[in-house]
């Protein structure tokens, strides 16, 4: 007997046809109760975004903007902050996810206390630690250089105790699996930890990488050279000691795009692209629990 392949779409859309006009407009009320907060909390960022088109008089203007770029170098400042935070960021992935594995599946003496002492450099603030590390930045010849930018932040409590917490949720037969077949720890974190905590890394990416480009105190304290200043730095440098000229400080501001429209861009991919990976990664792990084939560990990956 033939089957209708349509039937049942056919029949969702008579069934919700069939609802009283008062259900349907119930059904979309968290949606805009949802685009209402978005509109809510956008607004804020479009009030430096209008004054900086607008003059002392009150008209419209683009003199603010080319001012703005020619006084604070920001072509030059964009290059740097990017390249700042884009290294800071990637090290501290690095330095995190290997010392996060090394707390959360090896077994050494001393685990325990140097976990506890990870977490308690969360509670002292990184301008308690400017002056040693500023006489250790002098003493290595870095002080006015990228790397009195980069290495101060280059391994965080915060990445490492995140990435230690996530790689425990993460079942340990799958080592055990890639143990028999011959993988070695590196082969582990890489070929298995590392694709299933997708969601830590993109995480631990997002805050680093903000934090970083926020970041005002490194180049105020550790570099004085022009050519070494970021986006921050530059803002700063547009406020004068007695008066402010607002509208040129809000044009600085609104070509920050970590201040404004680009946090909001980058930020709303996160939890998609999280919940995606869990059920992404809870299918991954139940194959490679019955034996399956998974991308990531084969013949050619791990050695026998």
Known sequence: MAVNQNSSPNLIETKLADRPLLVRGLSLFPLLLLFLGALIILLPLLVPLYFSF???AGGFTWANYQEAWSRGKFLL???NSTFIALAVTALQIVTSALAGYALAR????GRKFLLLLIIATLVIPFQLLVIPIFLVLKWGGMINTYWALILPTAANGFGIFLMRQYFQTIPVELEDAAALDGANPWQILWYILLPLARPALVTLFMFTFIGEWNDLFKP?????????????LALAELQEQFTNNWQLLMAGVSSDCNYSHSNF??????PIYSGYCDYRNEKLSISIIRGLSPLFITNSNITR
């Open 54 to 56: 607008t003059n002392l």
């Open 77 to 79: 400042a964009f290059g």
């Open 220 to 232: 105020l304290v550790f570099t004085t050279r022009p050519e070494l200043r970021t986006v921050q």
């Open 106 to 109: 090896l077994q050494f003496p």
């Open 265 to 270: 861009i980058c930020a709303w991919p996160t």
